[in-house]
C-alpha cells in the first residue's frame, strides 16, 4: 500500500469516511449503472476513488486489470476484506497526488468522488492528475451529484447562499447519521463539462443519470486523452 500527502482540507473527508466504512460497505453494494461504459476496454484500469471496490470489481469482470485507490484507510480495509481474492490491487491516495507515473493506465474511473473536492482549482487539478496518468486514446469516467436532485429543493436557499459564507454555488454538507457531515459540490452538468475540458480532456459522451427519481441525481462524463 503507498501513501502520498494528502492535500489541505482533504484528509477530513478521509476520516469521515474512515468511521463509516463498516456501514457504507453493509449498504453500498451495487456498482454505479455508468460503470458500464468502461466495458469492452482492456488493459490496466484505476479505479480512483474505489470506496469498498463495487466499482472495481466491475472493471474486473470486464477484462481490466484493476488498480484500487482511495484516501480512506478504512474503506481500503473494507476493500481488501471483500475482495482479497480478486487479486486487484490496493493504493492509498489524494486525487490531486497521484503516486503513478504518466501514462500508467488505459481506463480510470472517477466515480462518486469530484464532488467531495473543494475548490475549482482543486477539482480542475484532480483531473488534470487523472489526464496525466491516462494513457493516449485511454477512455475516463467522470460522475458528480447534480444540482437538480429533487431531494435537495427544500435546501437550495443554503446551496445558492453558499458563496455568501466563504464557499462556492452549489457547496453543502450531507450528514451521514450521528458520524458528521460529508462536503459535497453539487454540479450543474455545465460546470462539469467545463471542468473535464479545461483539464484537457476531450468529452465523448455526457449525460443525465437517473437512480430513482424524474430529474437526474447525476452527471456523467465519459472523456478520452487525445
Not at 25 to 35: D, K
Not at 71 to 78: E, T, W
Not at 176 to 189: D, Q, S
Request: a positive charge.
Amino acid at each position: 500500500m503507498n501513501l502520498v500527502g494528502c492535500s489541505p482540507g482533504v484528509g477530513e473527508v478521509g476520516e469521515l469516511y474512515d468511521r463509516i466504512a463498516e456501514d457504507f460497505a453493509r449498504t453500498r453494494r451495487r456498482a454505479w449503472p455508468s460503470i458500464l461504459e468502461l466495458r469492452g476496454g482492456s488493459g490496466i484500469a484505476l479505479d480512483l476513488g474505489c470506496g469498498t471496490g463495487r466499482n472495481a470489481a466491475a472493471l474486473a469482470s470486464f477484462g481490466y486489470s484493476v488498480v484500487a485507490a482511495d484516501l480512506s484507510i478504512g474503506m481500503l480495509k473494507a476493500f481488501r476484506k471483500r475482495f482479497a481474492q480478486h487479486g486487484m490491487e490496493s493504493v492509498r491516495c489524494d486525487a490531486l497526488h497521484l503516486p503513478f507515473i504518466e501514462g500508467s493506465f488505459d481506463a480510470v474511473a472517477f466515480v462518486a468522488v469530484i464532488h467531495h473536492i473543494k475548490g475549482r482549482g482543486n477539482r480542475r487539478g484532480a483531473v488534470a492528475e487523472i489526464r496525466r496518468v491516462t494513457k493516449g486514446g485511454g477512455r475516463i469516467l467522470v460522475t458528480a451529484w447534480s444540482m437538480i436532485q429533487a431531494r435537495f429543493l427544500r435546501r437550495c436557499i443554503g446551496i445558492v447562499s453558499s458563496p455568501l459564507k466563504g464557499g462556492e454555488l452549489g457547496d453543502l454538507v450531507v450528514p451521514w447519521g450521528m458520524e458528521g457531515g460529508r462536503f459535497y459540490h453539487l454540479f450543474t452538468k455545465q460546470e462539469l463539462e467545463k471542468t473535464i475540458r479545461d483539464s484537457g480532456l476531450k468529452i465523448i459522451k455526457s449525460y443525465g443519470e437517473r437512480i430513482r427519481g424524474r430529474l437526474p441525481e447525476n452527471w456523467v462524463v465519459v472523456a478520452e486523452k487525445a
